[in-house]
């Protein structure tokens, strides 16, 4: 099995790619699963354009590396800051790109980070408006990451102890979760008509 995990954050460093990291070694060490983890920093995408849905050759060569990872993908985690209330932008763009035979009908958790206590419009916001037409399915269990900068250090002077034990707890379940729906779904699609030309976009 395998599970991509992408850090939606433009910065470089960021909190979220610290998260995504965290994350990647727990998928790895603790589930045992493979990873890839595709991280945002700079901005790594041109902003979506009609021409991607024309088998235009600049699209093709700069998107063929993702969309196989992201075909070969049996689940996600989407870790997102919360930017003046919304997701990056730069996110929201690689769910312009995506489509449902990449990410279609298989499981994602949220997980969103703040350095304070937010963390809440990200996720309502990934939740009401990425899915629709690459079909991409949330599950129930969401993390949201508060005060990031004391948790999750591997430096453990630097975290809050009582606050990092729950976070990596917590973490450490969802993924849990992720990993019996990525399963579970996997049989779904291959027993199941997932893509019909008639109805490729959603309602």
Request: hydrophobic share 40%; proline share 5%; with cysteine.
């Amino acid at each position: 099995m395998k599970i991509s995990i992408i850090s939606g954050s433009h910065r470089n460093p960021s909190q979220s790619e610290k998260v995504a990291r965290h994350i990647e070694s727990r998928l790895k060490d603790h589930l045992e699963l493979d990873t890839w983890l595709f991280t945002l920093a700079d901005n790594p995408l041109p902003l979506w354009d009609q021409t991607v849905w024309e088998d235009a050759p600049e699209w093709n060569t700069r998107m063929a590396p993702i969309r196989q990872q992201l075909i070969s993908s049996d689940g996600f985690v989407i870790v997102s800051p919360e930017w003046h209330g919304q997701v990056p932008a730069g996110l929201k763009n690689l769910f312009l790109l995506a489509n449902r035979f990449e990410v279609g009908h298989k499981p994602a958790l949220i997980v969103t980070v703040s350095s304070g206590d937010g963390g809440s419009y990200p996720v309502a916001e990934l939740r009401m408006s990425s899915y629709k037409n690459n079909r991409i399915c949330y599950i129930p269990e969401q993390v949201i990451v508060r005060n990031v900068e004391s948790v999750l250090n591997e430096n453990a002077d630097e975290n809050n102890s009582e606050a990092d034990a729950y976070f990596r707890e917590r973490i450490d379940w969802a993924l849990g979760i992720l990993a019996g729906y990525a399963d579970a779904l996997k049989t779904m699609r291959d027993n199941t008509q997932i893509h019909h030309d008639k109805f490729g976009n959603g309602m």
